[in-house]
């Protein structure tokens, strides 16, 4: 059974097909068209009114304010899994380590980010495992340098009538794009259920978490797989839980950070200083409960403290850990279902898609340890 959808019964392309398609586009407009900067939050255009302090990660930055570096970041979905790169943006903490943050976009669903990663529209984006690895397969150069989760957070959620497995039979089921995590996630999901994503359901490409929830409220799906704090939105609005991955073990690497294989072997500075503002907006994610759940709001557009609360317990304290390694267990799922439908998939090994010295170096200098008072 294939990961990815074959035939014509939801008009699928294959993720492969999609890089390669991407790549002649850019060849011949310049860059991706789905990454303009506008398309993130209207609200962090502007830094936060209450100044984000800091004074929670400059012991750990160099003594001396190095050569400023311009660096484009995007990432590629609105739940807390960004947090942590969220803060630094808006704290200040890329500044902090020498950059300059030129733009910042949202550009919804994995499989497009990473396009515009490709085209050279961004320089780094957090965005689906999945969609990395087949770019990868694809020849495409792209490597993972941090992790968020390594926990598979997403939920299948589906509308009050369908209760069981079987009452999704001839159903309509939502993702963001094919190939993205959310692709990932609910075959996943359906294979757990004893179900075909290729012959029981239709998938459709529908768009990100609040997209989707609108869906199955307008009744255009009747399934998705949602992640926090969309999902508990979804959950307040009565919609089922039929599949829980985080609940049942499945190991997944959720949204690294990625960079191309290029950049580091030029650049290793712009990478280092990148990934350091990272740590350090993980930092301030996980000791600065107030400030970071206000950029969850902002990015997010939510406004219930609940919500935001329980969001902030569950990625914070409970998924992203302080040194956010990227895992070969978390690698190792994504290509084994890959593998049924692509032989390069079957010859890979998960730590050709991972890059972690820039992690293990800022361990290993006590940039880590500076950060949290040890």
């Known amino acids: 059974m294939a990961l990815f959808p074959r035939g014509p019964r939801a008009g699928r392309v294959a993720p492969v097909a999609l890089v390669v398609l991407s790549l002649a586009l850019l060849a011949c407009t310049g860059g991706a068209s789905s990454a303009p900067a506008n398309n993130a939050p209207a609200a962090q255009a502007a830094p936060p009114t209450a100044a984000p302090a800091a004074s929670t990660a400059p012991a750990a930055a160099a003594t001396t304010p190095p050569d400023r570096m311009p660096v484009k970041i995007g990432y590629g979905s609105l739940t807390d899994n ?62 993972g340098i941090a992790g968020a989760s390594n926990k598979f957070e997403f939920a299948l959620l589906t509308v009050p009538e369908v209760r069981a497995a079987g009452d999704l039979r001839g159903k309509r089921v939502g993702i963001s794009r094919f190939g993205s995590s959310s692709d990932f996630a609910a075959r996943t999901a359906l294979q757990y259920l004893g179900l075909d994503p290729d012959r029981d359901v239709t998938i459709l490409q529908i768009g990100g978490t609040a997209a989707r929830v609108g ?88 406004d219930d403290p609940e919500t935001l609360a329980e969001s902030w317990e569950h990625f914070a304290q409970g998924s992203i850990p302080e040194v956010p390694y990227i895992t070969d267990d978390g690698i190792q799922p994504v290509l084994k279902e890959l593998a049924e439908s692509n032989p390069a998939a079957a010859a890979a090994t998960p730590d050709q898609f991972y890059d972690n010295r820039f992690l293990k170096e800022a361990e290993e200098t006590g940039f880590v340890n500076r950060l949290y008072g040890r």
């Open 215 to 302: 869906a199955m409220q307008s009744g255009a799906i009747e399934a998705a797989p949602e992640i926090a704090p969309a999902l508990l939105t979804a959950k307040k609005l009565g919609f089922n839980m039929l599949v829980d991955l985080a609940q049942i073990g499945v190991p997944y690497q959720v949204g690294p950070i990625s960079t191309t294989k290029t950049l580091i072997n030029e650049n290793p500075e712009l990478v280092r200083r990148v990934v350091r503002g990272y740590l350090a907006g993980i930092h301030r994610m996980k000791t600065d409960k107030t400030f970071a759940m206000s950029v969850s709001s902002r990015y997010m557009h939510i």
């Open 82 to 143: 960004n947090l942590g790169l969220w803060v630094a943006k808006e704290a200040g903490l890329f500044e902090q380590q020498g950059l300059d943050v030129t733009d910042f976009p949202l550009i919804e669903g994995g499989t497009l980010s990473i396009q515009a990663l490709i085209g050279g529209d961004i320089q780094f984006v957090l965005a689906g495992t999945s969609g990395i690895i087949v770019a990868d397969l694809g020849g495409a150069d792209i490597v």
